[in-house]
């Protein structure tokens, strides 16, 4: 039995039945010949069979697509690297080599739009599938129905986008600077360094001893000359929670 680029292995026929035509009237298919084989077995959560078969890349068994599988032993050659298989009939859990057309990952990408966004596309006479300039149309719609602040936010990401990778990690080096020499000053400028504090870290410790103790909020306010809110902060640590 070939479980490498070869006729089919018989323990794997166990898995597949016949399913039915594709929707031809979907705009979403393109031309295929006779019915998918559905595949009965295991499958990823987007619905890809899965099963054990020889990798060539890897040079042993293991758990693979079941539809790249099949294309694989129809055509008696490894998918080349970097290439994908795309579903014709739209059906991700059929595994008829006839169904399957080896595609790029751009290209892959490209006809994996949103189903809905395809046939609204398609209704309006753009067919997604072969027309590029469809996806950027629906963009643009997609975009003017924003709300202005979503507007604004999504074109400064596309302009970082656009940057050069170079541009982009000297702004975030410059950025981790600035954040580090803010942090160093907020050091400085922290507790007792600070000119309107008006309690010492001894003071901190000694309240937070008493309210161990015991004591109420607005006696150790009333000793310290502070407020009770001050005291309230200091022990759930939004205040001095730094210190130790």
Same mark, same amino acid.
């Given at each position: 039995?070939?479980?490498? &680029? ?6 794997? @026929? ?8 594709? #929707?031809?009237? #979907? ?16 499958? /990823? ?5 899965? &099963? ?13 697509? =079941?539809?790249?599988?099949? @294309? ?11 290439? +994908? /298989? #795309?579903?014709? &009939? ?32 398609? =209704? ?9 300039? =469809? ?19 999504? +074109?400064?990401?596309?302009? @970082? ?11 975030? +080096? ?22 309107? &504090?008006?309690?010492?870290?001894? #003071? ?16 150790? =306010? ?23």
């Amino acid at each position: 039995m070939n479980y490498g &680029c070869g006729p089919v292995p018989q323990r794997v @026929w166990q898995h597949v039945v016949p399913g039915a035509l594709p #929707d031809a009237s #979907d705009p979403l298919v393109r031309p295929t010949e006779g019915p998918c084989w559905e595949w009965k077995g295991s499958k /990823t959560s987007k619905g890809y069979g899965k &099963c054990w078969a020889y990798s060539e890349r890897l040079g042993r068994m293991s758990l693979r697509q =079941a539809h790249v599988c099949f @294309w694989e032993w129809e055509h008696g050659e490894p998918l080349p690297s970097g290439a +994908q /298989t #795309d579903h014709l &009939c739209r059906n991700t859990g059929c595994v008829n080599p006839l169904h399957l057309e080896m595609v790029s990952p751009s290209e892959n990408v490209r006809r994996g739009l949103v189903p809905q966004q395809q046939k609204a596309l398609a =209704a309006a006479g753009l067919h997604p599938l072969q027309r590029p300039g =469809a996806r950027v149309k629906a963009m643009a719609a997609s975009l003017a129905a924003m709300p202005e602040e979503h507007r604004q936010a999504y +074109q400064k990401r596309t302009e @970082w986008r656009a940057l050069p990778i170079k541009t982009r990690l000297r702004i975030q +080096q410059e950025r981790a600077a600035e954040s580090m020499r803010s942090e160093e000053q907020r050091e400085l400028r922290r507790g007792a360094r600070n000119a309107a &504090c008006r309690m010492q870290e001894e #003071d901190v410790r000694r309240v937070r001893a008493s309210l161990v103790l015991g004591e109420t909020e607005r006696e150790i =306010a009333a000793r310290y000359g502070i407020s009770a809110s001050l005291v309230h902060a200091i022990k759930t640590g939004r205040k001095w929670g730094w210190l130790r």
